[in-house]
């Protein structure tokens, strides 16, 4: 924690290593048991999977990244111009690829001065980092390792800013844990702050499931390896080849569902859980889900977690829309 050693603009706090081991062991005990059987988003993102992810975002299915891209590629100035702030805040910032396209418009703006990347991966945080202060003259950065449904307190006080959710990842949360999470958020931005949320919009199924279900298997590949965290974090012995990937729509709740199904019957074993959990083939674990919205049901979540719609922005096939709001 604190400053980097090797460059004064760079600060990484590291608050993962206080979280307290008996709740995140209960966390992943209790998914397990539920029904269904459940497995926390979050630990995808290790290291490989946030490497993983990166490489999923390159894939001809996976539409939505390279759709958020031009979408902020085309309205990044205007969003800079609305919010006049001179500090960017990203949660969920990963390899910050589109961050720069707004990094780039405060730039040009005369006003970027100092960015705060959020991300449980501590390795893609000091990596991202040393890239930008490399990129930007000048530019201060303050990452935070953490997860930000539990350390948003620890971002850094700051000035006039823009926090940023974007990916999408809104639609990991449950609708009540959506709304919570919007909440707390529009709880510690001050009135002239602004706030841009990234939302995958409901659009073709089969386009949909293709982006979950690419042909190089690297999604697959992706989901599997929350099973790799768990041998780690908890000792399990998980056999990934036991396990295959299945995502698919589910059209009442407009979300994808990604499960890892048992391939075969067998036991697994999760001593620092005291547990022995016994699969049936066919059984599946739910490792993540993707809620896709229209403009109305983001403008209403927002509300209601007051924010004021400031902008709506999308493609012209609308399968990507960011909305830029204001503290109400």
């Given at each position: 924690m604190?400053?980097?050693?090797?460059?004064?603009?760079?600060?990484?706090?590291?608050?993962?290593?206080?979280?307290d081991?008996k709740?995140?062991?209960?966390e992943?005990?209790?998914g397990l048991l539920?029904?269904p059987?459940?497995?926390?988003?979050?630990?995808?993102?290790d290291d490989?999977?946030s490497?993983?992810y990166e490489?999923?975002?390159?894939?001809?299915?996976?539409?939505?990244?390279?759709t958020?891209?031009?979408?902020?590629?085309?309205f990044?100035?205007?969003?800079?111009?609305?919010?006049r702030?001179?500090?960017?805040?990203?949660l969920?910032?990963?390899?910050?690829t589109k961050t720069r396209?707004?990094?780039n418009?405060?730039?040009r703006?005369?006003?970027?001065?100092f960015?705060?990347p959020?991300d449980?991966s501590e390795?893609?945080?000091?990596?991202?980092?040393?890239?930008l202060v490399?990129?930007?003259?000048?530019?201060?950065?303050h990452?935070?390792?953490?997860d930000?449904l539990v350390?948003?307190?620890h971002?850094?006080?700051?000035?006039?800013?823009?926090v940023?959710f974007?990916g999408?990842?809104?639609?990991?949360?449950?609708?009540?844990?959506a709304?919570?999470?919007?909440?707390s958020?529009?709880?510690?931005m001050?009135l002239?702050d602004?706030?841009?949320?990234?939302v995958?919009l409901?659009?073709?199924?089969d386009?949909?499931?293709?982006a979950?279900n690419?042909?190089?298997?690297?999604?697959a590949?992706?989901?599997?390896?929350i099973?790799h965290v768990?041998q780690?974090?908890?000792?399990?012995d998980f056999?990934?080849?036991?396990?295959?990937h299945?995502a698919?729509?589910n059209?009442?709740?407009?979300?994808?569902e990604?499960?890892?199904?048992?391939?075969r019957?067998?036991v697994?074993h999760?001593?620092d859980?005291?547990?022995?959990l016994?699969?049936?083939?066919?059984?599946?674990?739910?490792t993540?889900?993707?809620?896709?919205?229209?403009?109305q049901?983001t403008?209403a979540?927002l509300s209601?977690?007051?924010?004021d719609m400031?902008?709506?922005?999308?493609?012209?096939?609308?399968?990507?829309?960011?909305?830029?709001?204001?503290?109400?």
């Amino acid at each position: 924690m604190g400053k980097s050693l090797d460059n004064p603009n760079i600060i990484i706090d590291v608050h993962l290593d206080g979280q307290d081991p008996k709740a995140l062991r209960a966390e992943i005990h209790d998914g397990l048991l539920s029904s269904p059987r459940r497995l926390p988003t979050k630990y995808f993102y290790d290291d490989r999977g946030s490497e993983l992810y990166e490489r999923i975002c390159e894939l001809p299915e996976y539409y939505q990244a390279r759709t958020e891209h031009q979408i902020l590629t085309r309205f990044a100035d205007e969003v800079a111009a609305t919010s006049r702030a001179n500090e960017l805040v990203e949660l969920g910032s990963g390899a910050a690829t589109k961050t720069r396209v707004l990094l780039n418009a405060m730039a040009r703006a005369e006003r970027l001065r100092f960015y705060v990347p959020f991300d449980f991966s501590e390795g893609i945080v000091r990596r991202v980092a040393h890239e930008l202060v490399n990129e930007y003259a000048g530019l201060q950065v303050h990452g935070v390792v953490g997860d930000f449904l539990v350390h948003l307190e620890h971002i850094p006080d700051g000035g006039r800013r823009l926090v940023v959710f974007l990916g999408g990842t809104i639609g990991n949360m449950g609708p009540e844990a959506a709304l919570a999470f919007l909440t707390s958020i529009q709880a510690g931005m001050a009135l002239d702050d602004y706030f841009l949320l990234g939302v995958q919009l409901i659009t073709d199924v089969d386009r949909l499931e293709a982006a979950y279900n690419d042909a190089a298997g690297v999604t697959a590949e992706f989901n599997k390896n929350i099973l790799h965290v768990m041998q780690a974090m908890v000792g399990a012995d998980f056999d990934p080849d036991a396990f295959e990937h299945v995502a698919r729509y589910n059209h009442e709740q407009h979300r994808i569902e990604m499960h890892l199904r048992s391939v075969r019957d067998q036991v697994v074993h999760l001593p620092d859980l005291n547990l022995t959990l016994t699969l049936a083939e066919g059984e599946e674990i739910l490792t993540e889900i993707s809620t896709k919205y229209d403009r109305q049901q983001t403008e209403a979540l927002l509300s209601k977690a007051g924010f004021d719609m400031v902008a709506w922005y999308t493609d012209p096939e609308e399968l990507h829309g960011l909305a830029l709001t204001k503290k109400s």
